[in-house]
């Protein structure tokens, strides 16, 4: 009785129930470790948290919390300075990031080897590993160490110095270096999605462009980047939640200072509000770029 | 035809590049990869100094008497322990490996649901995107309740489960999804293959470069996790801890910790090698004439 249902059902239906089926794992998933979760620290945000034997008691409380961050505190000067900042770095990371990207999908001696070295940054910036560069670098207590690319400085200006060129040139050059290495430091993730976009490009396109006799400029423009919009989506989205979310920025710390503190209504205020916050930045950015997302298929 | 056009392709591409070109691009990317390798070489170079070179003043970055003894007290520290080393780094490939593969596997099940059907819950994948964007530190508190009362505590699945529904890999595996040709999963659907047929046999070989990537992230992500208060017994506790318990015993451990470091990023850069290797040109529209 139930299979014979089964089958009468339209191609649309049939194709509705085999997609839950394959999404009830992640959504399960999801549900109890992000969902429920989340309600619960927007919850808590509005709360008087205390604990009792391993359980959270909560109280209604109102808004106390929002207005003590928000108001009476920096939070919100620190979380719109950080967005700023990530706005900022989103367009050189981007930049750079399609830049190699295409240096390093071209075929040339060495290829493999250069691909690892650009993304040493994920391999390395985070965990254990950056932990103890960190450790290391604030017992050798030159520059309080803070974020991913100091202890690169610190190596570079004790490389200079042991190579014993003078103080002011290597300001100079620190200066003018780290900003470069900060946003390449923050580009592995995406040199190496782009790597994976520009593969997905068909070669028959480029041959077209060679039979076409088109320049590697209109190539670039006309075929290249074109197809690789949905990338760059893909990477501005990527890109602005890893840097707002940088363990190594001011909001960041002041949230896990609450959080530490047990603070846990602020905390969760601070979340919240800092969530609601790059929300609305993504929302306006995916409003303005997904009607000149070019795919293929649509 | 798809050998001689793709051997004209490649004469054209070599030919247009003059020796000079080469040796601009391989200069280019040495001095950016400069600053990539200098931490690096710096973990390598402090692994291999002495202990009074680590804390000379003023630092020298290079090292004038090079000596095993760091790496030699981690083997000799790693072998004292309560619990055999082998246990820890078993722990943490099995703990990584799973969490991977179970990742990927629901990843691109959910996300083949959510680029090419056509179900009403597509709002759903809003939610997973927005799910990135918020701060994990803060998700802890009520996350440790929960699996406290699903019995998580201490036990694999404490470090397996939260894992698998990472919102990353779904938001990957669908941008890359999105760019299948739908008619490639229609004409299979015409045939008469089944939904898992078509996501085993056509979408999952098609999207290869995606999850391949998608294996150097996660696994990254879980091999250098270390989240505590979730496991109590020793015997279960990942790599990551036990490293970090060998390095914070000691106060002049400097060089141990950067010996240390470099053994835990060997897993990470052989993923990251195998898979990329294997990201080698992919017809994704092969299976169409336009």
Known sequence: ?298 | MILPSLKIKKKNRRGSRSLAGTVGIFLFLALLGAFMVLPLLYAVISSLKPIDELYAYPPRFFVRRPTTENIEMLFSLAANLWVPFSRYVFNSVFVSGVATVGHIILASMCAFVFSKFNIRINWMFKLVVTALLFNGVVLSLPQYVIMAKLGLLNTYWGYILPVLPMSLGLFLMKQFMDQLPSALIESAGIDGASYFRIFTTIVMPTVKPAWMTLLVFAFQNVWNSNPGGIVFDEQLKLLQSAISEIVAAGIARVGVSMAGSLFIMIPPIIIFVVSQNSVIETMAHSGLKD
């Open chain 1, 1 to 298: 009785m139930n299979k014979s249902k089964l089958f009468k059902m339209s191609y649309e239906r049939r194709q509705g129930l085999v997609g839950y089926v394959f999404l009830i794992p992640w959504m399960i998933g999801t549900l109890i470790f992000f969902c429920y979760p989340f309600f619960h620290t927007v919850w808590m945000s509005f709360c008087d948290v205390s604990f009792d034997a391993g359980s959270i008691i909560t109280h209604f409380k109102g808004i106390d919390a929002y207005t003590e961050v928000f108001l009476k505190q920096q939070f919100l000067q620190q979380a719109s300075t950080h967005l700023g900042t990530t706005l900022l770095h989103t367009v050189c990371v981007l930049i750079i990031s399609i830049f190699l990207a295409i240096i390093l999908n071209q075929e040339f001696f060495g290829r493999s080897f250069w691909r690892v070295i650009f993304s040493l940054p994920i391999i390395v910036a985070s965990g254990l590993v950056l932990s103890v560069f960190q450790k290391d670098l604030t017992f050798q207590a030159s520059v309080t160490s803070e974020s991913t690319n100091i202890f690169q400085n610190e190596a570079l200006t004790e490389m200079l110095l042991s190579m014993g060129i003078g103080d002011k040139i290597i300001e100079v050059v620190v200066t003018a270096v780290s900003s470069v290495v900060d946003i390449l430091w923050m580009s592995g993730v995406q040199i190496l999605l782009f790597i994976t976009g520009l593969q997905s490009i068909s070669p028959s396109l480029y041959e077209v462009c060679d039979v076409e006799g088109a320049t590697a400029w209109q190539r670039f423009w006309r075929v290249t980047f074109p197809l690789l919009t949905p990338y760059i989506f893909l990477n501005i989205i990527y890109s602005i939640i890893d840097i707002s979310t940088q363990s190594t920025a001011e909001v960041m710390y002041t949230m896990r200072y609450y959080y530490n503190n047990t603070f846990y209504a602020n905390a969760s205020a601070a979340a919240t509000g800092y969530f609601l916050m790059i929300l609305v930045v993504l929302g306006v950015i995916s409003l303005a770029l997904s009607k000149r997302i070019v795919y293929i298929d649509k």
